[in-house]
């Protein structure tokens, strides 16, 4: 028998700290505890928007201003309102690898301002996560272990980017920006992290 919750859980942080394996995670875990679960990962790459992002990110075919980064993403998001409201409705735990609340992230970083995101969240009535789960580890650790990958996005090759964002993703912890932040140790064993996220789910269902 299924357990009906409605919940909504997104896992953050930069690039590196292990958020598509503790969305893995979690989702088997959940699952074979009855919960109906349904995961999600942005930018959605294999969709129209999410594959011209990725061609913006890892290739030189396009080259995006902050404010046309900021609307692909905004699009990303708004074309799934209507299925997120409905998998909560119906019960579902959905886990996201990553959200809006990253976009905020980067965006803010890339010089466009914190409130002008957030009026289009509200414009457009972003889906709220009950939790957004920050993996954090520091940015030195983020490019020793995307290094080790043969293909890199425009990110992740930059070090002093991948400052920026971490000191941002700080920021937007400490403000709880948008929605309630948690943070984990991104950089302890894969099972410590798993543990230390199940302890915060079992307080948000």
Known sequence: MKNNIGKFIVLEGIDGCGKGT???ILSEF?????YDVVCKKYPEYGKPIGDLISKWLYSKEYDFSPSVQTL???????????????????????????????????QK???VPLEKILKLEELF???????????????????ERKNKQKELDRHEKDKIFLKGVFENYEERV?????????VVDGEKSIEEV?????KIIDKTI
């Open 174 to 182: 400490k403000d709880n920006t948008f929605c309630k932040w948690e």
């Open 125 to 143: 009535k972003i889906k709220k996560p009950d939790v957004s789960i920050y993996i954090r580890i520091r940015p030195e650790k983020s490019f």
């Open 72 to 106: 692909l993403y905004f699009a990303d998001f708004v074309k799934d309102i209507e299925e997120l409201e409905n998998h909560i409705k119906n019960g579902r735990i959905v886990i996201s690898d990553r959200y809006f609340t990253g976009t905020i992230v980067y």
């Open 22 to 24: 503790q969305t893995k």
């Open 30 to 34: 959940l699952s074979n505890k009855g």
């Open 194 to 198: 798993a543990n230390n996220i199940l």
């Open 109 to 111: 970083l890339k010089g």
